[in-house]
């Protein structure tokens, strides 16, 4: 079965303050290196190659090496783990790994080149050293950029953060604009979110911090990437053509996935359902956990993947493929939601054809909204 292959670096040299992602900012050389050999060692599980294993072999379509911050591994430890990892699952075309400029050194980034990263994805969030200090991060400048992007050779990828409070839509197409020209050619632009148990999220109870009701102009921003080129490929996700994330469109189609490391989720087809596993964030017990029997595990029914297949599927302009739901939910789009489909159409949201139900450009701004008109008024149940 190939998949995409996430990989969880639970570690970060200092915890932002908007970060409900697990990581710690404490360890050890010797705890990294038995966690990358756990996670090697989990990965033989997966292909299939180790006693126990329970689900079909897996072979990696992606690799994502994500976290927590995978820069901040000592040296050699990254080019063991993906020599590892693509010992036992294959080795795909697009290797991704992420990074924050602080710790993507010169040495680091020789030796992601030198393992088969295909990709670096750099934590920006903000130009904006005020904005970072709202968010309590470590602000990212430009000079560090610059620096990478002299000395990787790769496709460079990076994360911004709208809705700062105080950031202006200058703010944000400044950053965008200088991203672009310094030969990014893949932005991710996440609104702010303030996650439960962060201390973002006790300063804005505490009305130290406001969240303002409007934002940067977000019509603008999508029209200047226009202009630069990039294609908006999905809600939040802007690329060149040929530089779109081929993992995370993985996630978008609902493709099966694997997740190794500390927290890491997998959702791997069961039958006419799926299971999803999500490992412990535990790092003592992780090391001597079995990926399969001792994960936390959800079965996943029909109205679940339902419900994901269509969330997932309308983040993207390509949208839901009808020859696909036929065949995971057995029947018909059109015989599940009827007039709703007709409904959303006729406002601009939605585009039926022959292949494929797509969201518009207004259905992907307004998509939540879509979604609860769409499932609320489903007339017919999934299977399972
Ligand atoms: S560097 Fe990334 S993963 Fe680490 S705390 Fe900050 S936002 Fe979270």
Redesign the pocket.
Known sequence: MRCGVYVHIP??????D????H?I?HWTALAEHALIDKIVSDAMVFSNREAGSAAPPVEAKTLYI????PSTLGPGQLARLISGVTAALGRPEEITC?A?PESATAKFLAEAGEAGVTRLSI?V?SLFPRLCTVIG??PTHVKELERIRSEWQGVLAADLIIGIPGQTTDDLMADVTQLVEMGFSHLSIYDLSVESDTPLARRVASGRVVIPEDGPDWPAVCTTLARFGFVRYEVSNFALPGHESQHNLGYWRSEPYVGLGPSAVSTLPVGDGARRLVQTTDHARFLCTHPFHDAEVEVLDGATLLTEFLMLGLRIPEGVSLRRFRSKFGGELAEFFGRCLTDLEKHGMLVLDEHALRPTARGMDMLNGTLVDLLSNATRGAPG
């Open positions: 570690y970060c040299s200092r915890k932002c908007y970060c409900a992602f990581s900012t994500g976290g927590g911050t992420e924050n934590g969030q991060r470590r």
